[in-house]
């Protein structure tokens, strides 16, 4: 396997990793300071909500960061990021259909995002570079 292609898998991995490793801390600290119900308890709209827009800039970030550790062709690894985060998703919604753990519509909001907030990432990659 030659750099450009371990380059090219990294910078995926690395923004899955990212989301997942900060969506899980900032989920430790919102339950901790009681901003979201304890762990066990389903969530509700308002604390679905929370959640979605916390990892939503997450999302976006992680498209930013994957677009910017690129070797080459930004834009496709991060769609490639937001495909593996909608699958991810995906099994989510299926995962967790009918199990009462909290509304409906959240599994299926963070599979519908991920293609477009790692998109937003990349754009806003694309205004970060200079000239």
Not at 31 to 36: G, S
Not at 52 to 60: L, Q
Request: charged fraction near 10%; charge should be positive.
């Amino acid at each position: 396997m030659n750099t450009t292609t371990k380059k090219s898998i990294w910078s995926i991995v690395a923004g899955v990793i990212f989301v997942i490793v900060v969506s899980t801390l900032v989920d430790i600290v919102l339950h901790a300071a009681k901003v979201l119900p304890p762990l066990g308890v389903p969530m509700d709209d308002r604390s679905s909500l929370i959640a979605t827009s916390y990892r939503v800039v997450i999302g976006i970030a992680a498209g930013y960061m994957t677009a910017k550790l690129a070797p080459s062709n930004p834009m496709k690894h991060a769609m490639i990021l937001g495909i593996i985060g909608t699958v991810l998703g995906t099994l989510g919604v299926l995962a967790s259909w009918g199990s009462n753990l909290g509304p409906a519509w959240y599994p299926i909001a963070l599979a519908v995002l991920a293609i477009p907030q790692s998109w937003l990432g990349f754009r806003f990659y694309l205004m970060s570079k200079p000239g």
